[in-house]
């Protein structure tokens, strides 16, 4: 209820979703950066895979030689060679 009511607030007023609806941006530079924007903390980091809790499920990015270039509250910018982003449904 409360997100369909989220959903048509955003539209009627040309809202930005991702902030409204709490969901992550993800904004990639090639594939050697990912700058992730509104997740709910980080789950896995390793030099070969990131785990992100994100609104109702989660943000999986795999690859090589991983760095965490940036970590500040809801933002993360990845470092390295990005080979894979995948959204999975929490399923609790």
Avoid: C, W
């Avoid at 809790?53 to 795999?62: I, N, S």
């Avoid at 809801?74 to 390295?80: F, N, P, S, T």
């Amino acid at each position: 209820m409360k997100e369909k009511f989220m959903r048509a607030l955003t539209r009627t007023f040309d809202l930005p979703s991702e902030v409204t609806l709490e969901l992550p941006r993800i904004t990639m530079i090639g594939s050697i950066h990912a700058y992730i924007e509104n997740h709910q903390g980080l789950v896995v980091f390793s030099s070969q895979e990131l785990l992100l809790k994100v609104h109702q499920g989660f943000v999986r990015v795999k690859g090589d030689e991983f760095v965490l270039k940036m970590m500040i509250d809801k933002d993360i910018l990845l470092e390295g060679k990005i080979q894979d982003v995948t959204f999975e449904k929490d399923k609790a």
